[in-house]
């Protein structure tokens, strides 16, 4: 059998996460290279090929929104995995529970003490102006004084090697099933080498969120539910998995009631008390009552129990004020003022559209420039400068000047790249990195992470509705 043959490969101008800039496979992956090559690249496409249909039979599909044909699509798993050590994996999880402590104090306090004004560490009209601040929440402090209990933090591994936060998802973060579902598809893939390679698990995931979720309240055996918008949601694989791994109730708006302040699930037996909910349906849209009144999604009320301390939403609403992303760019100051210490995982250098200096380098600079809308995500409302045309650069600068509030704009990086299989080779494909934390008691960093991949030669653009795909996460014990 012909053994793969990586002479050819291409690593310049690109960090490549298996080989250095000399062609010299790294440490943490020499075990894994040496295990392909024997394969060889038509039985590499046969498992590739397996991998696929495994997904579908899992049902692990998504709906993208602007997709007129409406068809369900498997998020593609490239069977080459991305494998991190454990000292470089011991630094992320330093930098994540730092930035998410300081970042739990930062909404505890612009609901409350509101200090970071005072102080002028961050414009208060910056806040307040953001879509996602909830001024019902004023003066509100939800169990614990935990606002982010789940958190998905985007980042990327720089031309340097080293790693960069590039977004916060605090929300309704997403994504989480596919890396438990990749894991499972390739420890059958290669069983052989997990066990050789010392690959830390990840499959208990779901039992600590469990745990997290019934931390939250003193009820003695809490009943705990998923809220999911329904089956036309484009993460619904998602929510019926999480439900299913956790032994809980997947429930939408209409299968709950509030009365007295006290929200009940509808049975076939009568009502049944709802003590904590995991709610994948946005702020917006989980009580008509209080927010959008023309929503099916939500539950009468909802918002009120909550708000007596009848109900515990997870995430607390009003976390979504820190995925605006006019708020990132002030992140390493928040960290400074809350903790008194540097940051640990750096920011990319950001500049606010809002501030005259930052728009005026950012207009002259456009082409050189990621553009950003602030209250969007998916990879949509954004401009890539090196790749636009002379009339789309126009075109946002004419939208920078209108709502300049709603725009930032970042330096082009070189996000790393990781071996891809491809029909015909072995190419470097850009990828980021979305760990996963869980806040409870304490702050816990699962270790594995999802790995997304443009899988578009030459693109940048890693998200599911745009030809992205994934990669399972390997991090070593050693």
Known sequence: MPRLDFSSYDTKGFYDEMFDEHNVVRPNYKLYLERIEKIGHKKLNRLQHSTDRAQLSLGMTFNVYNDNQGVERILPL???PRIINNKEWTHLENGLQQRIKALN???????????????????????????SYLKELEGFKPPKDIWCHITGSDLIKGGDGAYYVLEDNLRCPSGVSYMLENREILKRTFPELFERLDVKPVYNYTHILRDTLESLTTVEKPNVVVLTPGTYNSAYFEHSYLAQQMGAELVEGRDLVVKNDVVYMITTNGLQRVDVIYRRVDDDFIDPLVFNKTSLLGTPGLFGAYLKGNVVLVNAPGTGVVDDKAVYAYIPRIIKYYLGEDMILPNVKTYICDEEAD?????ENIHDLVVKQTDASGGYGMLIGPKSTKEEQNEFIQKIKNKPRNYIAQPMINLSRVPTLTDDTIEGRHVDLRPYALYGDDIKIIPGALTRVALKKGSIVVNSSQGGGSKDTWVLNS
């Open 78 to 80: 490239d069977i080459i």
């Open 105 to 131: 104090l930062f909404i505890q306090d612009i609901y409350n003490d509101q200090k970071l004004f005072k102080d002028k560490i961050i414009p208060k009209e910056m806040i307040l102006s953001s879509i």
């Open 359 to 363: 728009r005026k380098y950012v207009i």
